[in-house]
Structure formats: structure tokens, C-alpha cells
């Protein structure tokens, strides 16, 4: 295959598909088992030293923010990451876990640049390879189509293709030029759902973000969720079963997991909350006193909502949502 | 009796003026969403709004604070992923994209990721996120810029979202789809276009007590002035009244 | 880009993406305005002789037969036709509709081949282009992703690749080999689903088959439905919402529009139904015959409720149906 | 006593004894399913069945006729569609595969599309349907024919479904997934694999009351006789009773 241009950087994990099914062969079961867990439990097993890591929603929205507070609670060593997010991935750049990452957006939207990301870039070094958000979600699709590229028509003629690992190529069709994406296989994801069974069957409900092919392009894969429901539940809606539990080694009960974020139709955003930490992280010791206040200080989630107000505080929160 | 506005609702009121009814738009959170949320109540009442991570349609009633909030998809006609999104983007479904970013150049080319090199940054910003994909996909993209030297470049540092690129043809030869790419510009000083042939940034009008020296003094690459410069007109009553009053009666933005 | 094999045959729809995109933009619009017409005016309307159309679900399940009857009745020349199926291909090949298609599967599974394809294939000539249930589905999906074809890792080696219209060539990330498979555009796709509003939003039950994709896929579209739901019930629900309205040219209501196949949760198969097809089909005549019985000379979908036994005939296939 | 039997309840009796538990199997219609069924009651209570346009785990209480039929996803884990489920085997997901043709060589290659020439065919069958993809993707296939020098033959008219191709190594250099491929072939009249090294398929066991000289006269290849060959059980009590009363008591299959 004739490759007309090639992005700058090498790829920081390989899309190693023989690999993927061999171990999805090896690791995943079709059995139906409980794999019902603490968010302890969950990350030490399933996150280790050097993994390639990916956190789905978006930082403030339907994220998996118990589970990151708890990765940073154990600390973890040089992880990749897919840098698509807020607080999460502030977190992990805050506590200097990150070696690496695809970085497509980090930052805070209205409220304007990630400090946290600025000092990663700026001055510790960590390396970051561009994307743009729909292409990094289509590397995820194309490990979860078990094909090791996907050509898509983004990215083409711009610096976010330079400083890429992608290639540009002829469609043998049509001639057009086309961008080829590899496929970008997670060791370990990280999302949080609505309901999920103890199998790891999930429903979400509003918006997909990219969970659906996320979760279909990670090794292992942990899921946190506001309810834990009967399997009864899929059984009777099993077309609303957005990540079958084959795909599934943990299952957190993490309600307001997504705090300060919100949860559509539970809850909304705590925005002072978030506020606070954007605030703090104009100095890397504010950002280093916030994860040993509200993260390291703290034994786990059920503390942590506490110390962020407890009951009072989710009153307010689920008083903001929306509803349908 | 002259109405008192400020920079940001004048910025919402000229974009707002600028969709077509029963068409589509692609929106960030700020300014281009209570533009989105103008024009759907003044001039285009069936005008679509569209958020990158899932949700189509939504009647906008809460502002939301990102793209991905529960506000992007109340009382929406879908709400769907980010692979949906932009497939559908990519297929020609949505019209306009709104984009924004520190720095511009004559071909509409954008800058959200660095200043200085990239590998090593004087600023890292947060980085393309969707806004490659609108440049790539929306058939007429319109950015919204803070209008100075600095920002209006010969040679922006980093090439983040694609407008013209090199200029007439390089779109196409680059393989990005035909007949798409930028359409306007709304900054604090004028509303600006682009010359059908060569592709350049021409400015179309100037915004209430601005002169066309002063745009031309602020724009740090030479601007095509056509002969003839239309003035915008100031934000109205209406379009004042329902900001204020129902788009963001909270002045979460304005 | 190097190809290393290409398949014997044409592409019989060209993999016109640019095309497509201008398409939607000339021909579909945002705004929402009620799509509601008869199985006749949307025939009329949205299939010309000579366009390439194609059907979902499955010939027997959730297939649009009250649209692929309506087609039949108004007669179409020189169709070219996605060739998944069952009855709904069976009733166009038999009433000779068809020029060429691109075939994955036309048969009664558990009750053996179709006479009428055997006469269509060994008898009348019509084209046939070879791939797989899942490549013919990927073939929807790389036009609904916007892309001209997408790479897959099946077909390889085999005769169904050397009698495809496909190619083979290296992957730039991996070496391996892959199949790369060009994007499929309907010019008309006809689905039913169980409810739409007026609009064509429309709301699945069960599996989806390959719904969304060909939806997607598709420049006119044509929607039939069991219910017509009020918008409201998509607005509160916009997640469960399969295909946006901007896809949908026409909204057919047509309950049992699936007859004598089934509708997940409302109505199952009408066994003997589909055995008087594969009995009459035996012969040309006999197709014939029945084509004329049920379709030719009974004016529309009503009437031929009414003729394969009314209210009485429906309460027994509704009693079939295994709920959820 | 001897138990009656008849040969659709053998071959599902023996299909069934093949799949290991905590696997997943994709099937289609009659025998597989049935197998598939059995197997869940008696040998392998945690596999779980998958129906390629979009069911995985129903109970199979219910006995459907078509593989897109509500029955496939009757209190199922997923309702989903063909790519979803064909991309979980594409990721390695799925252990076996069934399938069936008119026709099968030594290397399991597997004809269910055309005898005669493709453009102008003797005799025209469905077609791939998901065959091609299943042959592709599972880990381990498994063929259900019936045996006979017409069907196992040297060279077959139209490779539909890939067996081992045209050997060893053949699968990998034609770009297949590694370690995927043929695993038995279950007939009328025996059980039969593949030899590890030449990937040529090799006589396991003769099914009750058939001798080696049989199967070997109606196989139409020099079929690989080990010096050790098994005899099948045939259909215990256990299997028939539940295969008849609870798995298909109207008797739609057997």
C-alpha cells in the first residue's frame, strides 16, 4: 500500500489486533458471574504500571471519577493515555502518573485552558500525540470492528495529521485521498453507566459519548454504575444492553460516580465544585493540596461524598438535572 | 435612544443573523450556542442544533456549560455518540460549523493547540478536540475570533482546523470533501468573508462605530477590502430583549 | 496504494461519497415536517427503474413487505438490489424486477433454497456479485461512516472475495492482509420498524439487524411502521431514537407491514403463509399466480390484510409472539 | 434395550457432546441450535448461543425458524444488529462456529453458493449469508454434513467458506485471523477433525453401527485414518428425552 504522508510520531500503543483476540480468548469468559467489586479492588486489579488508559465520558459528564480519585489514590506509573477529558484527565497529570498521551482536547470548555495540562505540556515533557475527538473515537471503533485501520476524510492538509501517527493513502476505489486511523486498543477502560447488572450488562441513557466502542476496544474493562439492577432487567430489554458483559471484568457501584460532573436525568453538575479545582490548579501545589485533600486524605468514595457535603449536597445536585 | 450592548451579545446577535432557516448547525458552548438559540427564536425557527457528542436538536431551553452536558440533549430529536455525530457530519448533513480558536490566517486556517512548537510549547491549548471534524465535514464554517494583530496572522503557529489551507484547490488535493470549508468570520470589529476565487479573507462588513482602517490596522495579514463595505447593525430591542430575558436570563455568558 | 488482488466483477452502485454528501444536502432537510404518505405515494415518489434498492430486516422478520408489495404492484424496471433476504427479494426477482445484485444470502434457511432465485440465477441471466451477511452490512456501514470503503478481515482466500467487486491489499500499520470493501449507497432503502412519529423519527424493538446502517446509507428512504407515535414520545426519549428524521423521505403506517413474517414482540410468523410461497414458487407460473392473487389484483395493504384473513388471521399471529 | 433414534437426533447428540462450557457458539437454524440447546442442558450449562443479526444468550426456550427470528433473542443478554455481533467474533469472542454446504474438502473448505460456474450456475444455493464471516472469525468451526462422495469432495465447485484453504499456513498468508479455523466435521456417519501438522481432515470416530471402510468409501478424498479410531455413543436416554420433550416437542426438527 502506497502511503503518500505520515504523521510524525510513532504510535504509542500498536493496533495489535491477533493480539486483541488472542486475549480476549484468554481473559474474557461467556459465563455469567458476579464481578461485583470496590473501586479498590477494581483498579488494583486491573490497572498496572505502564497501561494504556481510557477514561469515557468527558470529565464533567457521565465520567468515571470515582474510579480515577481511586487510581490516584494508589498512584500508578507511567500510563498512556487517550487525552480526551477534563478532570480526569487533570487528575492523572496532576498526580504525575502520565507518560504519554493521544491528546485530542483537554480543557474546560467556557471556563477556558487546562493549567494542568499547560505544566505537562509546558514544562514536564509529557508526550502527546494529536488527534482530533472524532478520529480518536473512530481508532476506538476500529479496534472494536477488530480491524487494525479505519480511513476517514478528517485530518487531512493540517498539522493535527503531522503531529499525529497516522498515514495518508489512496482510496483504491475512488482515488480520493483518504487519512488512515489505526485502531486504538485500551489495556484497560474505564466508564460509568446508569444501571449495570452484576454480570456487567449496561444501560446508559441519553447520550453514548463513545462508551459503546470504548468499551469494545478494551482489554479490560471496568464499569462503574449509579445502580446496580437485576439481570432480570436486560433480560427484558436486552436491545437497550449497550456493553454486554463479556466485555466486562469489574462492576463498581459508584453512585454520584461522576461527581463533580453530572449524570443525565440524576443529577447535575456541581459547578462550584469544579470550579474549585480549576481555581487551586493555577499552582502545582494547589492542584498537589486538592489531591491530598479531597482524593489521598480520603479512604474512598463513600468518604469523599461526604467530605464534599453528603446527603445535603446530592439533594442539591439531583435538584439540578434537567429530567426528560 | 441608542441601545447599550456589550462585546459578547453583539458578537451572538452577527452570528445569529447569519444561519439560514431549516438548516443545521454545529455548536460549542459559548457563544455559538446562544447564537444557535437567537436565530432559532428571530430568524430561523427551524434551524438544528448539533453537539458533537451525541445531541441533535434540542430546544435549548437550558444553556449548557459543554458539549457533553444533559442541556445538549433535553428535548432533542436524537441523542446518539460522537461516531454518529460526525458520520453525519461527514455525509453532509450539517450546514454550518462554528469554530474558534487564538490564532487565524488569510485562508481561515485555525490554531487551537500551541503556540510555539509543539513538542515543546511557549502554550499548550487544549488541542483540536471536534473542531478539526467541523473544519473537515460542515459545509460552511463560521469562526468567531477576538479581533487583533496577534490573532490575525500571516503564519498561524500550528495548523489545527483546516480552512482553505494553501489556498484555491488545496482542500480538494489534501482529500477533504468539495464545495466545503470556511464562510465567515464574526469578530469584535467586523463580519468578515472569503473572495470566491482566491480564497482569501475579504471583509463584508464592519461592526457599528468600527472603521474599515481599523480592521485592516488589526489584521496582521492583508485583508482583500472590496469596494464596497457594508456596516452591521447593532444588536436590536428583540434580539437584546429575548438574550437577556430567556436565552441566558441567568448571564451565565453575556 | 498497492492492491494485491481485486475481485472479478464491476461494482454495480459506485462507492460515491462526495455524491451522497451533496445528495443530503440538495435533497433532505433539517426542519421537521410530516413525511406521512400512503405505501403508494412513497413507491411512486421514491423508486425509479434502474435505482439500486435494498431492504431490511430479513424477509421474514421485520421486513417491509407491504412496501415490497406495493413496488411489485406498480411494477419497476431493471432494479439493482442488495440481495439479503428472503421474501422481499423472492417477490422482486419473481416478478422479473431485477437487472443485477449484490447477493449475501437469499434462501429459507431450515426450509432449503429459493426456486425463485435458482430460476433467476441458472435460468434468467440476472447478475450476481458475491459477498458475505457481514460485508454487505459494512458495505452500509462505510457509507454511513462517510468513507468510501472500509477494510474487514473476512472473505479472504475464498471464491465469495474472487466473485465480489472487492480488492485486497496490505494494512500500513501491521502488513497483514485485509479485505477492503467499498461503500454501498442506496438509492432507495425501505425499513420497517415498530414506531416512527410523523417526522420519520423512528423507534426498534429487538435486534436491529443492520437498520441504522442502511439508514444511513441510503439517499431516499423510505419508513414503515407499526405505530405512529407523537413526537412527544422521541423528544423524552431521544435516546432510544434509531433513525433521525433528516434520514427519512416517507412514513408508511403499516401495521403487519411485516406479513406473513414476523414483528419482534407483536406478532409472529405466519408459517403456512410463507409455505404457500415456497410451494407456489416451484414453478413460474405458480409464482406468478400468487403474485397476481396477493398482490396484482388486491389494491393496497389493507386489502390484502383482508384477504389473507382479516382481524381473525391477526389475533392468532399476535397470540405467536413470545414477548419479552 | 436399544434406543431408537434417528439420524438428525444423533448428529445433534453429537454435536452437542463437542462444545466445551463457559464457551459461546454461533449457530444457525436446525441442527446447531438444537445442539446448541442440548448442550446448555447437559454438558455446557454456561454456553451461550449467538445468532448473527443481533441475539446472544437467549435460554432457547422457544425454537426459532430463521436466525433473525424474535425467538434468537427471547430473554437474551443482547438485541443488537449483524455488525455489532460479527464484530465480537472479529475480536475473538466466539469459540465455535457451525456451519453446513453442499459440499466440503479435505482442508474443510465448505461450497454453500453455486455448483456449476458462478456466472451460469447448475444449481443455485443461498449464498455466503454469515457462513464466510463465521469461517473466518471463530476460533473453532464446526461442519454439519451429510456424508457422501458427492459431498466430500477433491475439489468443490466454489469456495464459499474458508476451511484451511490449501493448507498449512494457507489461512494466515490469505490474511485470516491466526489459530482460527476448522475444528470437526460431524456427519452421518462419523465424527472427524483435522490432522495438526497437514491441516487434512482425519477420521476421529465412526458413529454407532458404521465401520471405517464406510466412511472412508463415501468420502470422495484420501481422508487421514489414524490407527486408532473411536466409535461414537450413540444417543443416551437423557439426550432423546430432552431433546424431545423439552428442547423440540412439536417436533419441528426431529
Known sequence: ?????????DLIQPPDIDGL???????????LESKLMSEKEAMERFVSDGDYVGFELYGTCRAPLSLVRELVRQGRKNLRLAGQGLQDVDFLLAAGMVEAMDITYVGYEVHGLSPVLRRAAEKQGVKMVEWSNAALAWRFKAAAMGVSYLPIRSMLGTDTFKYSAGKVAECPFTGDRVMLLPALILDCGVIHVHKADQYGNCMLEGISGFALEMARASKKLVISAEEIVDNEEILKYPDRNVIPYYHVDAVVHAPFGSHPGEMPYLYGRDEPGIMEWLQVTKTEE???????????NVPDHAAYIELVGGEEKLKELRALSVGR | MELKYNGTELLICLSARIMEDRSSAFIGTGVPMLAAALAKRLYAPNLVSVFEFGGVGSSLKYLPRGVGESKTFYRASVASGICDIMETAARGFITYGFLGGAQIDMYGNLNSTVIGDQAKPKVRMPGSGGANDVGSFCWRTIAIMQHDARRFVEKIDYLTTPGYLSGPGAREAAGLFPESGPYRVVTNLATLGYEEESKRMMLISTNPGVTVE????????ELIVPDEVGQSEPPTEDELRILREEIDPEHLYI
Open chain 1, 21 to 31: 483476540r488472542k486475549w480476549n480468548r484468554e481473559n474474557k469468559s461467556m459465563a
Open chain 1, 286 to 296: 494547589g492542584a498537589s493540596d486538592y489531591l491530598d485533600k479531597y482524593i489521598r
Open chain 1, 1 to 9: 500500500m502506497e502511503i503518500l504522508e505520515s504523521g510524525l510520531y
Open chain 2, 214 to 221: 481599523q480592521v485592516v490596522e488589526n489584521t496582521g495579514f
